[in-house]
């Protein structure tokens, strides 16, 4: 199975930790990285402001514009790495 990516901000890529499941309303991420993009956001915005979007895709493309089943979510919340 290949690494399922996602972006936010300025390029920060990560991997989830695991598959999310259709219909999930939340999706755990690469330890450590939940709080990678609240600074990212943070540095973009002055605080990490909700709603905000990521993309989803998988590695096995270079960039989600190349993944013709990348996912644009829309994030309201975030805990650590979920």
Do not use: H
Not at 25 to 40: C, N
Not at 43 to 71: C, H, M, Q, V
Not at 74 to 80: G, I, L, P, S
């Amino acid at each position: 199975m290949s690494n399922i990516l996602y972006r936010v901000g300025n390029n920060l890529t990560s991997e989830l930790a695991s598959a999310v499941a259709t219909g999930a309303s939340s999706m755990a991420i690469t330890a450590g990285d939940g709080a990678k993009i609240g600074t990212e956001i943070s540095r973009l915005y002055g605080s990490e402001k909700f709603p905000y979007f990521i993309t989803i895709w998988s590695s096995d493309y270079s960039s989600p514009s190349s993944d013709a089943n990348r996912e644009i979510v829309k994030v309201t919340a975030r805990t650590d790495d979920t």
